[in-house]
């Protein structure tokens, strides 16, 4: 009985000891942490900022389109006869009135020579009937005859050159020839493709919008159009024409914008993503990725010199059109303030900063930040 008491106080007294070994070291790291709490809320926070900036930008409309040349047409023939000549290569550049093919025409010059033999015959014989006629040894009547079968040698000539122009198969205006597809000895008839010409110096993009944009639509109004095949590169052009009727299906109108294609870049028949450009103005913008959203409210963090020192406050702003990587502000904020893109949301009001760079084009901040990270994850006093 003596020997189970001891046992109990003994084992009382060593938990008695165990807190208060508990209780020392819970009041000596109460005094350390806030000191280090402290020292890691003086620490400069690393940030990353952007300018606030005046751009030129617009609200926008987006359709898609199908390019066409300026000018295009099937090179056909009009006649059934053999091909032989061909003076093109495919995708060879020609000018207005340039020879592509020439069909056969023999029978029609041979007919051509008898006519101006018979021409010749007709004027020959006129002149005989006026020299007559001087005398007195001829009719009017004759006279009147003669010249009318010189008449119809003519006529007969100018058929036979309609006729043998028509084997002539020459270029209507300036382009690109297309994939030939004939050879010489080949059999073409009537309305066979002999080719297609393309005048892509400008190009027409037909395009749909809803009706509800009818009101701003005009020619003139400035497009931007682009396509992934063409590596996304964006061409500038403008409105041409808007059609006179709204489908009454879809409710939309058609529109056809041209396009400048000096290189030739844009093909015929190609897809594009047009943007229709309203309501051009200037305006601020800053990265998108300085905002901080906090219910139906849009907050930055503005960055605050006093003196050599750097800090940030918290500013509610008035956001308008949003743009890839970037947004318009209404109200907030001036050009020439400075807002954190990157590191936003690890800064307090008031902390201090550590600026690694200002984002205004002319820096590669995936480097920085890349560099930064690296550092952050090499333990203190270990070599890189």
């Given at each position: 009985?003596?020997?189970?008491?001891?046992?109990?106080?003994?084992?009382?007294?060593?938990?008695?000891?165990?807190?208060?070994?508990?209780?020392?070291?819970?009041?000596?790291?109460?005094?350390?942490?806030?000191?280090?709490?402290?020292?890691?809320?003086?620490?400069?926070?690393?940030?990353?900022?952007?300018?606030?900036?005046?751009?030129?930008?617009?609200?926008?409309?987006?359709?898609?389109?199908?390019?066409?040349?300026?000018?295009?047409?099937?090179?056909?023939?009009?006649?059934?006869?053999?091909?032989?000549?061909?003076?093109?290569?495919?995708?060879?550049?020609?000018?207005?009135?340039?020879?592509?093919?020439?069909?056969?025409?023999?029978?029609?010059?041979?007919?051509?020579?008898?006519?101006?033999?018979?021409?010749?015959?007709?004027?020959?014989?006129?002149?005989?009937?006026?020299?007559?006629?001087?005398?007195?040894?001829?009719?009017?009547?004759?006279?009147?005859?003669?010249?009318?079968?010189?008449?119809?040698?003519?006529?007969?000539?100018?058929?036979?050159?309609?006729?043998?122009?028509?084997?002539?198969?020459?270029?209507?205006?300036?382009?690109?020839?297309?994939?030939?597809?004939?050879?010489v000895g080949a059999l073409v008839e009537t309305g066979d493709q002999i080719a297609t010409?393309?005048?892509?110096?400008?190009?027409?993009?037909?395009?749909?919008?809803?009706?509800?944009?009818?009101?701003?639509?005009?020619?003139?109004?400035?497009?931007?159009?682009?396509?992934?095949?063409?590596?996304?590169?964006?061409?500038?052009?403008?409105?041409?024409?808007?059609?006179?009727?709204?489908?009454?299906?879809?409710?939309?109108?058609?529109?056809?914008?041209?396009?400048?294609?000096?290189?030739?870049?844009?093909?015929?028949?190609?897809?594009?993503?047009?943007?229709?450009?309203?309501?051009?103005?200037?305006?601020?913008?800053?990265?998108?990725?300085?905002?901080?959203?906090?219910?139906?409210?849009?907050?930055?963090?503005?960055?605050?010199?006093?003196?050599?020192?750097?800090?940030?406050?918290?500013?509610?702003?008035?956001?308008?059109?949003?743009?890839?990587?970037?947004?318009?502000?209404?109200?907030?904020?001036?050009?020439?303030d400075q807002v954190v893109t990157h590191g936003n949301s690890k800064v307090q009001p008031?902390?201090?900063?550590?600026?690694?760079?200002?984002?205004?084009?002319?820096?590669?901040?995936?480097?920085?930040?890349?560099?930064?990270?690296?550092?952050?994850?090499?333990?203190e006093g270990s070599a890189p």
């Amino acid at each position: 009985m003596i020997t189970n008491q001891n046992d109990r106080h003994y084992r009382i007294f060593e938990l008695f000891v165990y807190l208060l070994t508990l209780a020392f070291l819970l009041a000596i790291s109460s005094s350390a942490f806030p000191a280090q709490a402290q020292q890691a809320q003086q620490a400069a926070k690393h940030v990353i900022m952007a300018p606030v900036v005046l751009k030129q930008i617009s609200d926008r409309a987006e359709a898609l389109g199908t390019a066409r040349a300026v000018e295009s047409v099937n090179i056909t023939a009009s006649v059934t006869e053999k091909v032989t000549e061909i003076h093109f290569d495919d995708g060879q550049q020609v000018k207005a009135g340039d020879i592509l093919a020439v069909l056969e025409q023999a029978e029609e010059l041979a007919e051509l020579k008898r006519q101006q033999a018979v021409r010749s015959e007709r004027k020959l014989a006129l002149e005989r009937q006026r020299q007559l006629d001087k005398r007195q040894l001829t009719s009017q009547e004759q006279i009147d005859r003669t010249r009318l079968e010189l008449e119809q040698a003519e006529a007969s000539i100018s058929a036979i050159n309609t006729r043998i122009s028509d084997r002539i198969i020459r270029a209507p205006f300036d382009g690109t020839v297309g994939l030939r597809n004939i050879s010489v000895g080949a059999l073409v008839e009537t309305g066979d493709q002999i080719a297609t010409l393309d005048d892509t110096r400008e190009i027409k993009l037909d395009f749909t919008v809803p009706s509800l944009f009818l009101a701003e639509l005009r020619p003139g109004l400035k497009i931007k159009a682009r396509a992934a095949a063409l590596g996304n590169k964006e061409f500038m052009g403008k409105v041409e024409s808007i059609d006179s009727r709204i489908d009454p299906v879809t409710r939309s109108i058609k529109v056809r914008a041209l396009l400048p294609n000096p290189d030739g870049s844009i093909v015929p028949g190609i897809l594009m993503q047009v943007d229709l450009l309203r309501n051009i103005r200037e305006a601020l913008v800053i990265p998108e990725a300085a905002l901080l959203p906090l219910a139906d409210r849009q907050y930055v963090m503005r960055r605050i010199t006093e003196g050599d020192k750097d800090t940030v406050e918290k500013k509610q702003v008035k956001i308008g059109l949003r743009m890839p990587g970037y947004v318009e502000v209404l109200d907030g904020l001036s050009v020439g303030d400075q807002v954190v893109t990157h590191g936003n949301s690890k800064v307090q009001p008031g902390d201090a900063l550590d600026v690694m760079a200002v984002d205004d084009g002319s820096v590669d901040i995936s480097s920085i930040i890349k560099k930064q990270n690296s550092k952050a994850a090499t333990p203190e006093g270990s070599a890189p």
